[in-house]
């Protein structure tokens, strides 16, 4: 089995910056692409930012300019650098990894983290 956690929310302040971090594990043959979304308060989740396997990323209208995903391939890990947050980026954010060789694959959720932007 897949593991995805994710790691680095938490309190900040209107401004401030965050890092996420979301490692993989298990048998992994290969990681293709990672994402991270959000589901604000009663709202539905929607996806923040991308990274296909190639360094290809896509990013929310919303949050360009200000965030940045990345990836570590040898760590199995892809990160979310956040920016001059905004109390509307409150929400919690999780990480999806599509794994699996060349004939199946697979998504994984990670459980999420709590970002909360609040004076």
């Known amino acids: 089995q897949v593991r995805v956690v994710e790691s680095g929310g938490g309190l900040v302040q209107p401004g401030g910056s965050l890092r996420l971090s979301c490692a993989a594990s298990?048998?992994?043959?290969?990681?293709?692409?990672m994402e991270w979304h959000r589901q604000l308060p009663g709202k539905e989740r929607e996806l923040v930012a991308s990274?296909?396997?190639?360094?290809?990323?896509n990013y929310a209208d919303y949050v360009k300019g200000r965030f940045t995903i990345s990836r570590d391939n040898a760590k199995r890990t892809a990160y979310l650098q956040m920016n001059r947050l905004k109390s509307e980026d409150t929400a919690v954010y999780y990480c999806?990894?599509?794994?699996?060789?060349?004939?199946?694959?697979?998504?994984?959720w990670g459980p999420g983290t709590q970002v909360i932007v609040s004076s």
């Open positions: 999806y990894v599509l794994e699996g060789d060349y004939e199946n694959r697979a998504g994984n």
């Open positions: 298990g048998t992994i043959f290969m990681i293709y692409d």
């Open positions: 990274i296909n396997s190639d360094g290809i990323t």
